[in-house]
């Protein structure tokens, strides 16, 4: 067989050329790697959160390195959706990759009026080559300030009003990025589907402590942090089979991907797409790296598309 293999994944109504996407909160809005990476080897960038309002996040320090991976409690830090739209969506517009822009907010009606002005600051077409908003991947690991501030990915009921509430208003690819900190990851999955997702992001960080025994004090600001690195890995992957078995919804896997052999732990796993974050900040190109990684195992064994192997160690 020779080089052509198809590494397309079909998002709801839009296509990304590859499967391999940069994280949100590893890859700012995209500018801030420009020279150290080729966007055309990334199939999407997934931009650091947006919020109606800009916020400063959580008092330092925000970053801590643990064994095999890191905590960090930024605290959804941006400049919100005006600025967003006016400094950073230019610039958006320019790469040849998808762009996936993250929503985050406080109550439903937070996240409904970020969608609402994005799409009327985007009033293009779906565009796979990244003139345009591709999607949005809704960040559920937010507070809800109207429930008692419980993650509004804790309550599966939850997670389909928001998601139902969201469809409404977009015709582009709605992701629900879903958190690891819940029971079962199965049903906020399906919930996230029954709401009109066209598909779902896991695992978002794990809560995690460190504690600095000198001081008796935690070492994070904000005491508590997300967990991510090599380190989550096997429970990212773990959550996608339960996802896989559980949705008919694309999956895009994420936790401690940092070569193509993990990556493709996730999507043997079901996932159709992943996304690297962690290992951005260790080398930036990582992600392209990834991408021809797994362009040549297909091409070792004789795969001509992705899909071909997409689940197939848990089917």
Same mark, same amino acid.
């Given at each position: 067989?020779?080089?052509?293999?198809?590494?397309?994944?079909?998002?709801?109504?839009?296509?990304?050329?590859?499967?391999?996407?940069?994280?949100? =909160?590893?890859?700012?809005?995209?500018?801030?790697? &420009?020279?150290?990476?080729?966007?055309?080897? /990334?199939?999407?960038?997934?931009?650091?959160?947006?919020?109606?309002?800009?916020?400063? =996040?959580?008092?330092?320090?925000? %970053?801590?390195?643990?064994?095999? =991976?890191?905590?960090?409690?930024? !605290?959804?830090?941006?400049?919100?959706?005006?600025?967003?739209?006016?400094?950073?969506?230019?610039?958006?517009? $320019?790469?040849?990759?998808?762009?996936?822009?993250?929503?985050?907010?406080?109550? &439903?009606?937070?996240?409904?009026?970020?969608?609402?002005?994005?799409?009327?600051?985007?009033?293009?077409?779906?565009? $796979?080559?990244?003139?345009?908003?591709?999607?949005?991947?809704?960040?559920?690991?937010?507070?809800?300030?109207?429930?008692?501030?419980?993650?509004?990915?804790?309550?599966?009921?939850?997670? &389909?009003?928001? $998601?139902?509430?969201?469809?409404?208003?977009?015709?582009?690819?709605?992701?629900?990025?879903?958190?690891?900190?819940?029971?079962?990851?199965?049903?906020?999955?399906?919930?996230?589907?029954?709401? =009109?997702?066209?598909?779902?992001?896991?695992?978002?960080?794990?809560?995690?402590?460190?504690?600095?025994?000198?001081?008796?004090?935690?070492?994070?600001?904000?005491?508590?942090?997300?967990?991510? !690195?090599?380190?989550?890995?096997?429970?990212?992957?773990?959550?996608?089979?339960?996802?896989?078995?559980?949705?008919?919804?694309?999956?895009?896997?994420?936790?401690?991907?940092?070569?193509?052999?993990?990556?493709?732990?996730? /999507? %043997?796993?079901?996932?159709?797409?992943?996304?690297?974050?962690t290992a951005n900040f260790v080398n930036p190109k990582t992600a392209g790296l990834v991408s021809s990684g797994i362009r040549e195992y297909c091409i070792g064994n004789g795969i001509s598309s992705l899909k071909e192997i997409c689940g197939v160690a848990v089917d």
């Amino acid at each position: 067989m020779g080089a052509n293999v198809d590494l397309s994944v079909r998002i709801g109504n839009g296509t990304l050329a590859n499967p391999v996407g940069v994280a949100s =909160g590893t890859f700012g809005y995209g500018g801030e790697y &420009e020279g150290l990476v080729d966007f055309s080897d /990334i199939g999407a960038i997934y931009t650091k959160a947006v919020t109606l309002e800009p916020r400063g =996040g959580n008092a330092p320090p925000r %970053l801590v390195e643990t064994p095999s =991976g890191i905590l960090n409690s930024i !605290g959804l830090a941006n400049v919100g959706v005006e600025k967003f739209i006016s400094d950073k969506l230019p610039y958006l517009r $320019t790469l040849p990759c998808a762009v996936v822009v993250n929503v985050a907010g406080a109550s &439903e009606d937070e996240y409904r009026r970020v969608v609402e002005r994005l799409e009327s600051g985007c009033l293009d077409s779906v565009d $796979t080559n990244g003139s345009g908003i591709f999607g949005y991947e809704v960040n559920v690991s937010c507070p809800n300030v109207h429930h008692g501030g419980l993650a509004f990915g804790t309550d599966p009921a939850q997670v &389909e009003r928001l $998601t139902s509430s969201l469809r409404e208003l977009t015709k582009r690819p709605l992701i629900i990025k879903l958190t690891p900190n819940v029971t079962d990851i199965a049903v906020v999955a399906k919930a996230a589907e029954a709401g =009109g997702a066209d598909a779902v992001s896991l695992i978002n960080t794990l809560v995690g402590m460190v504690i600095d025994v000198k001081t008796r004090k935690p070492v994070l600001g904000a005491k508590t942090g997300g967990l991510s !690195g090599p380190a989550v890995r096997p429970v990212g992957v773990a959550l996608t089979c339960k996802a896989r078995r559980a949705v008919s919804i694309p999956i895009i896997g994420m936790g401690g991907i940092s070569c193509a052999d993990d990556a493709l732990q996730y /999507i %043997l796993a079901g996932a159709s797409a992943v996304q690297i974050g962690t290992a951005n900040f260790v080398n930036p190109k990582t992600a392209g790296l990834v991408s021809s990684g797994i362009r040549e195992y297909c091409i070792g064994n004789g795969i001509s598309s992705l899909k071909e192997i997409c689940g197939v160690a848990v089917d």
